[in-house]
């Protein structure tokens, strides 16, 4: 992964400050190990207000899936609104460069949520996951054996693995370049940091300025699809629509902005934690070497306890009350899934990590209600393939200084920027 949204997400009481009296360790930006916190502030206070962010902070689990659920008092429309405001300079520059884009999907509400997602999920089929699935698996087999050719018998999961899998995958899914990997990473780390993160007005305009390259892409894929047609996603929207359904060419182009984001930024995440957290258990890691049938089990263990995406925002459109605390309209909420994942009202020991787990499949990673992510199903596959793979090729990776792996900063991802690996000859 790039190094662009390393300034990202610093807490805006001052970087590496602690977390004032009556926050409970809580730090909003800091991902290293939050789950410390996320325990104090479900004993404690599990609704608590974070005057740093102005977010009322939930923490359990009923309660975060009780909110999920209820879309009409509790609205997605600032999921995707900047945490920071965007500066006059990076304003001017997508103002300039066109750029209006807009939620695919997480951030609409019915009615409009409704049509669009009806539409996408015609064209999101199981039969476009299988056409994949070949391609998938040996672009995992090519990554892998360039990895394991190293003479230095080293390397680092996330770089050499998990970075181009979903990304090249989303990218043939849509119909887009695949030579281009690291022009889209480059495009999604700057969403991350203008979107999640707490950059100044300065730090802001190279990100900004990668936006507007990002959104005239997306437009650009439209005009193609209707220009040439095509077997890919993007072509099917175009098609859908000239047959009649209701969903305009700006909104295909920010479903496009939406899923070239979400398609592979937590996908890379999924399979980076899921080897991160396995091969530092060797005795769970050698029951799926022994048994892969056991390998989609441990993927929802794996989204439980080490979930992509921790935190999820909602806006109260009315006055309410979440675990008995009274929220007034327009009040914004931080829905820690990280926390309710560990839940242990749900979750027996629910900080211990189980690949047997029998209820691990209840977690709240995709989300919950109308806004479940809508390519779950595609992000499991990868990852069950990436782990296929790697069990059969590589059963005896070693993590090395899994202490040292560090975490980007900002409001909701919690994303390893490495996962170091050595093996014997």
């Known amino acids: 992964m790039s190094s662009s949204t390393e300034t990202a997400g610093r807490c805006p009481f001052g970087y590496g400050a602690e977390a004032p009296a009556g926050h409970h360790g809580y730090e909003p930006f800091q991902m290293k190990d939050p789950f410390t916190a996320y325990a104090e502030l479900r004993a404690e206070q599990p609704v608590m207000l974070d005057e740093r962010t102005g977010l009322y902070v939930v923490s359990r689990y009923d309660d975060i899936k009780a909110v999920f659920e209820d879309w009409e008092t509790f609205s997605s429309e600032n999921a995707q609104a900047p945490v920071r405001e965007r500066g006059p300079a990076a304003k001017k520059i997508m103002e300039e460069g066109g750029f209006t884009a807009y939620s695919g999907l997480s951030a609409r509400r019915p009615p409009e949520h409704t049509r669009i997602r009806a539409v996408v999920q015609k064209a999101f089929t199981p039969r476009r996951y299988k056409a994949l699935e070949p391609f998938i698996r040996q672009n995992v087999v090519d990554l892998l054996e360039k990895m394991l050719s190293r003479e230095e018998r080293r390397g680092d999961l996330v770089k050499d693995l998990a970075y181009d899998v979903p990304t090249i995958t989303i990218l043939t899914l849509i119909g887009a370049d695949v030579s281009q990997v690291d022009t889209f990473k480059r495009w999604s780390d700057s969403r991350a940091a203008m979107t999640w993160g707490d950059l100044s007005d300065e730090q802001q305009i190279p990100h900004a300025h990668n936006l507007v390259e990002y959104w005239q892409e997306c437009l650009r894929l439209v005009r193609v699809a209707h220009e040439e047609g095509g077997d890919n996603l993007t072509a099917d929207l175009v098609k859908a629509q000239q047959d009649g359904a209701e969903i305009s060419d700006h909104e295909i ?163 390893p920027e490495t996962v170091p690996v050595t093996w014997k000859a």
């Open 253 to 415: 182009a920010s479903v496009l902005y939406s899923l070239l984001f979400a398609g592979h930024e937590t996908t890379t995440t999924l399979i980076s934690n899921a080897l991160r957290e396995l091969l530092a258990r060797p005795e769970q890691w050698q029951q799926l070497v022994d048994d892969p049938k056991k390998i989609p089990a441990a993927i929802d263990e794996v989204l439980r306890y080490a979930g992509s995406i921790v935190g999820w925002r909602r806006k109260a459109l009315k006055d309410t009350e979440v675990g008995g605390v009274p929220i007034e309209q327009g009040s914004q909420l931080l829905l820690l899934m990280g926390s309710a994942n560990r839940d242990e009202t749900k979750f027996e020991a629910g900080e211990d990590f189980d690949i047997t787990r029998p209820n691990a499949r209840e977690h709240l990673s995709f989300g919950f209600g109308i806004h479940y992510c809508l390519g779950n199903m595609l992000a499991k596959l990868q990852a069950k393939i990436a782990l296929e793979e790697v069990a059969r090729l590589a059963p005896g990776l070693q993590l090395d200084a899994p202490e040292d792996i560090a975490f980007r900063e900002n409001l909701s991802f919690r994303v």
